[in-house]
């Protein structure tokens, strides 16, 4: 009985790691910080501050790393709390709001990283966190998961494509407009 008990809390905890990680790679990372990543990543600018931040101390780089690391973790904490507690609206627009400087935080790690595996403990802590996620991803919870997810986002652009039509909308088309104008901007 006991045996039972323990194994329905494993698989309990294993499908809310599951959720929680799939909703933070789907939702958050995958439509709006990665996109944001990927425009941080080609400003001039910023391919001007990562030749800079070579030629600055590994304590440096790590200090500045986990400050904004730690901000941007306590400030999506708060979120959560606050969608909780039922202020949804103020704790999506804060999460929302942090999106952005997670984003360049992700920047500085991938430019940074050989300066941040200097540090043992860094490594070995980035390194039990990268096999936690290999772990669950390999978990057939996850799996199966994914797999529903897949068919729920199949069936959603059908759906979409049904109702809107495939034809982009004239909002779409000026956002992407606007965006391409201030990259062109930040280039020269």
Sequence with gaps: MLIKIKNKLISLIQLLLVFIYIIFEELAWEAIAKPIYNAIHSLKILQKLEEKLQRVSPFIILSFFLLLLITVEVVGIYAGVLFVSGH????LAIYIGKIPIAAFTFWLFRVTEDKLMHFKWFKWLYTKIMNGITWLKTNQ??????????????SLKSWRSRIFGTKPSPFNLKIKQIYHTIKRIFRK
Excluded: E, N, P, R
Excluded at 88 to 91: D, F, W
């Design 88 to 91: 949804v609206l103020l704790g």
């Design 141 to 154: 919870t996850y799996l199966k998961m994914m797999k529903k997810l897949k068919v729920i986002k199949a």
